[in-house]
């Protein structure tokens, strides 16, 4: 139970991680790299729906 507190993050953690990824990548690279992530999670959702679509239709064709 004592390793989960461990990885608790608090605010000055948080505050150097994103001026590590401020240095890394640059104000202007930010965006891009948020507007990219959010295409691959909104895809990733658009396939989870559809396994989720194949499971029901197959479900309904054994009944």
Do not use: Q, Y
């Not at 139970?1 to 690279?29: N, R």
Request: proline share 2%; charged share 30%; hydrophobic share 45%.
């Amino acid at each position: 139970m004592t390793s989960l507190f461990c990885w608790a993050l608090g605010t000055w953690e948080v505050v150097i991680i994103v001026f590590a990824i401020l240095l890394l990548f640059g104000g202007k690279k930010i965006p891009e790299l948020m507007k990219g992530i959010g295409k691959g999670v909104k895809s990733f959702k658009e396939g989870i729906r559809d396994i989720e679509d194949d499971i029901k239709i197959d479900d309904n064709d054994k009944k």
